[in-house]
């Protein structure tokens, strides 16, 4: 449910801002995405729950909480065959919602949205994630 209710209040925003994300802020996102996606591949929590916000840790406060997380409710960011970049938007200064376009372990297409918050050292980290299969894209 709470997947669900994230990804209705972030998906609208990809498509009403109008304010892009520099090449660097851009790049420092999708490097932060496939850090973390390259961590949970290799089955490395502590570097996976790393790239976490702050709001995230408050809600999984341990790297065990958050690896439980997204081995149950997201297991095509947790092991996906491929991914790729997609729409990238800086929805407020700091702060980019970016599209990934995922082929799961059971070679489904989902996409994943993430949002990104520049942190007060200058760096991006994931403040959450939506996921949906793809055949829910056209509807």
């Known amino acids: 449910m709470r997947r669900a209710f994230f990804a209705f209040a972030v998906v609208p925003f990809i498509f009403m801002s109008s304010a892009f994300a520099g090449d660097a802020e851009i790049k420092a996102g999708q490097s932060v995405i496939d850090g973390q ?5 290799a ?6 729950y790393s790239f976490a916000a702050p709001n995230v840790k408050r809600i999984f406060p341990t ?3 958050f690896m439980n997380m997204v081995t149950n409710g997201y297991p095509p960011v ?7 970049f997609g729409k990238v938007e800086e ?5 980019i919602v970016q599209q990934v376009l995922i ?16 942190q007060p050292d200058g760096t991006f980290q994931i403040t959450g994630c939506s996921l949906r299969a793809s055949n829910s894209l056209s509807t």
């Not at 089955?43 to 996976?48: F, V």
């Open 37 to 41: 996606l390259k961590a949970l591949i």
């Open 43 to 48: 089955n490395d929590g502590a570097k996976a």
């Open 78 to 84: 947790r092991k996906p065959q491929t991914y790729s």
């Open 63 to 65: 790297v065990d909480a």
């Open 103 to 118: 082929v799961g372990p059971d070679g489904k297409d989902y996409e994943a949205v993430y949002t990104l918050q520049q």
């Open 91 to 95: 929805t407020a200064p700091g702060s």
